[in-house]
């Protein structure tokens, strides 16, 4: 499949920082969960301690920083991290949603949490998690069968549209790209029947935009998610994410270096074998994993990192667009508080899906999870008509420690 991906034509700059990428050169191949990715060649030599001081950082610094790291700008009317200057109209709407659409919101939000949180632990009584095998802390009831199986994913995907709902997401625009400009696309339907694979994919693969994309994606097929280790012990969503089969990961490791590459080593062997399960048995929960590794406005294609494509196993790309007028549903350089209370105080938000076809990757991509990663990103940028960029969390911390200082000394 990978050599048609030559013809296609994907959106791009005139800044230097975004650029196709052709080969499996790129740096497309960061360690699975490690968040702490190097910086790339032309990003500025700049420790984000020393931009938190007033000085540190000046509206001409800002302005060349913002070119170069675009994917993580706001451009909604309440400008950098939520903190820009409002126009009196935006700040009198702002006011009434707050005082009466935000407290409804909120208990009707937590209400459905709760409730769903009750039917888990229903559910799960007087039964064992499933246990990792070389991690004591992974466990999951994602294997659990029979009646109570299904009320959880069924009573899961159903609340979790209610809470859309309740979040002003009242109607979502789904598409399914089953054509590429009046063609099927190509060797989708050869690369599957000569491999003899199932038509279920074995991974979801999604850019990510916000926290609404994982509703979202419980709402539609309730997969299992990669989660930070922390999100297990969290009341409530502890158990809901067990119930989903997520996989916990320790973002950071403390330890020591050796001891970090084997807790990520591991870990990406968990979600590898997770994948080639749900491959294999249609009994196994979808993995669901956002390869970008972090959160962008929703305009820009991140780096893949490689995974969710070791497994050798086809996905299904997912495309998540928020279209807005005000404030913009994307969580890319805005505190979690300031994003919720923005969003529910906005009466309706708008979300729009694309899915791609089922990828069946080649031999060549199977013995190159690079090639790979960089094919289906590559697909998915130029369907959903989104921007290649070669920055990442390590450049996403750098801009905003740059905002912090910035809007420190106003």
């Given at each position: 499949m990978e050599t048609e991906l030559k013809n296609l034509k994907i959106p791009n700059t005139n800044h230097q920082q975004f650029h196709h990428v052709d080969d499996g050169s790129s740096n497309i191949d960061r360690p699975l969960l490690k968040s702490d990715s190097p910086q790339s060649s032309d990003s500025p030599s700049v420790d984000p301690a020393t931009l938190t001081t007033a000085?540190?950082?000046?509206?001409?610094?800002l302005e060349e920083m913002e070119k170069k790291y675009a994917a993580f700008v706001r451009h909604d009317v309440y400008g950098?991290?939520?903190?820009?200057p409002i126009p009196l109209t935006e700040k009198i709407l702002l006011g009434l949603a707050f005082v009466t659409l935000l407290p409804i919101r909120f208990v009707l939000g937590l209400s459905i949490l709760f409730v769903y949180y009750l039917i888990c632990r229903v559910c799960t009584l007087f039964s064992r998690p499933n246990r990792g095998v070389d991690d004591d802390q992974q466990e999951d009831y994602a294997h659990m069968g029979g009646r109570r199986r299904e009320v959880v994913v069924r009573s899961g995907r159903f609340l979790s549209r209610l809470l859309l709902f309740v979040m002003g997401v009242y109607w979502i625009r789904e598409r399914n790209l089953d054509h590429h400009e009046g063609d099927k696309l190509p060797n989708e339907k050869k690369n599957r029947d000569q491999s003899g694979e199932p038509q279920r994919p074995a991974a979801i693969i999604s850019n990510h935009v916000s926290y609404l994309d994982i509703l979202y994606h419980m709402s539609s097929s309730f997969p299992s998610f990669v989660a930070k280790r922390s999100v297990a012990k969290l009341p409530l969503v502890g158990l809901i994410s067990k119930c989903l089969g997520c996989v916990f990961v320790q973002r950071e490791s403390k330890?020591?270096?050796?001891?970090?590459?084997?807790?990520?080593?591991?870990?990406a062997g968990a979600v590898t074998e997770r994948i080639k399960e749900a491959h294999e048995s249609k009994h196994a929960p979808v993995m669901m994993l956002f390869p970008e590794g972090t959160t962008t406005n929703g305009n820009f294609l991140l780096p893949f990192k490689t995974g969710a494509f070791l497994a050798k196993s086809p996905v299904l790309p997912v495309i998540l667009r928020y279209p807005y007028r005000r404030f913009s549903p994307a969580w890319d350089s805005i505190s979690g508080i300031r994003h919720v209370i923005f969003l529910l105080c906005q009466f309706i938000n708008y979300v729009e899906v694309a899915k791609l076809p089922v990828y069946y990757p080649s031999k060549e991509e199977k013995d190159d999870p690079k090639l790979y990663a960089n094919n289906v990103r590559r697909l998915m940028a130029s369907e959903g008509n989104l921007i290649l960029s070669d920055v990442g969390l390590a450049e996403k911390r750098i801009y905003h420690a740059a905002l912090n200082g910035f809007l420190s000394q106003r």
């Open positions: 000085s540190a950082v000046t509206a001409a610094d950098s991290m939520g903190r820009g330890s020591s270096d050796f001891k970090g590459v084997s807790v990520v080593l591991s870990l």
